[in-house]
């Protein structure tokens, strides 16, 4: 790990839910694990009038997201990091005067030796954005010649490329691109960034990753809940800009990517971008038409409990067609890729959560056990984000006895299985990436506009075309029944278990 600079982290919208949830406690276990800096400061900015010790109290002491970890280090180590939290009440209004939270800044910058080092975590809505970063301007927080200074922003990164292209050009007005950090919580996954390992440093992988042994790719990203009240904000966004944009297209960045130079964060990055470039896009309507795939749930009974329809969740309109459930087939037109399908689906109220990456390899040229039907069964490459996180490779082996008959095999890993199973939280990894400014994790600016490029075309197709049906599908299937079809030949998707291995022993649902 690199030395960390004294620095301090000021977070925007500190009284808000992602704080308590996720960036408090990421703080706290890499402060229980000694990554912090030793001179650092939090500084909690928000419209809500508190003071610093009822700042800690709710994000601390008070937290039912710490409450195991305050109860299991004890008394000491918890004052211990939570005198490291202070907070600025900005007053009714981020939009203004930053004088007051400048002075508090260079209080604090004074008092603990902070070197002027400065990350500006922004978890408020992106429509302030650019306010918040022009007031942080006007105060010269921005300034870099005497310290460094990043700025941190939460997704949504627009709601279509023009959108997004206006949110760049916003933050770019007074912040460099190569202080702006945009987070994907999904990039921080371990699973995630181990698919560039799996890749890139095993030469039974690489040789084999291009058209030539790949029939197709298959990525499913599947939950079992629903909309969980925030039917209002996913009734104006939709499965497609809530996952695929973002999270899904990163990871299709990453399987399609040519190697980098080096590791260094910008090498990764351009290749990401190329990949994303290289996607085709689909303008026309027929094509529009028999590539893609959209479905909302509908009320079924799951476990004995019935659950609601998609349309009769708080906040969803009575006619709402924004799809829960979204399938695109798409190509990427590049030497690598040429011809090979990509197969991505994103869904709600599926039978178990689920994240993985099916790479399917085409079937050997010369096919000397054909009788046997083994190549009904293609080798295949499972890469499992969550949960049971790990890699699942199925290939033919000859069943005892006599003759050649050929079943199917597993050979898998699984995090769990290593010495050391203290794994990082997303949040965890990318603060402390950005502490040190490496902003591999971090989705660039031509990369948000190169994914939003491909998505602007289904989406204004899905809200226009007559031709865009929306089917229905009961809660707890795995969506609509003509998904499949999308798929060519005989093939279908792979409907995981929520164990990695899936022979039908060892598929186990839990109950919810």
Known sequence: MNNLDNQMLIIFGASGDLTVRKLIPALYD????????????VLGVSRSNLSDEAFREKVVYSSDFLKERIEKDGKEKVESFANMLFYEDLGDSYDTDFEKLSNRIAGLDTKFKINRNYIFYLSIPPSIYEVVAKNLADQKLNDESNGWKRLIVEKPFGYSLETAKELNVGLQKYFKETQIFRIDHYLGKETVQNI???RFSNSIFEPLWNRNYIRHIEITNAESVG?????GYYDKSGALRDMFQNHLMQIVSIIAMEPPINDSPEEIRNEKVKALQSLRIMNDEKTLFENTIK???????????KVKGYREEEGVAADSTT???????FFIDNWRWKDVPFYVRTAKRMPTKVT???????????????EQGVYDNDNKLIIRIQPDEGILMKFGVKVPGQGFNVESANMDFYY????DGDIMDAYERLLLDAMQGDATLYARADEVEASWKFVDPILNYWATSKTAITHGYSAGVWGPKN??????GIEMWRNPCENLADEPSYCVFKKK
Do not use: C, M
Request: no cysteine; glycine share 10%; hydrophobic share 40%.
């Open 416 to 419: 769990s299985s290593l010495d």
């Open 483 to 488: 998904a499949d079809d999308l798929i060519d």
């Open 30 to 41: 890499l402060y229980t694990g000694n990554f912090l800096p030793e001179n650092f400061v």
């Open 227 to 231: 909309v969980e009240g925030r039917g």
């Open 196 to 198: 560039l390992v799996t």
């Open 323 to 329: 799809e829960t459930f979204a399938a695109i087939k």
């Open 295 to 305: 479905g909302q749930y509908l009320s079924a009974v799951i476990g004995g409990n």
């Open 356 to 370: 993985e990456v099916v790479i399917h390899f085409k079937s050997p040229h010369h096919q000397i056990f054909n």
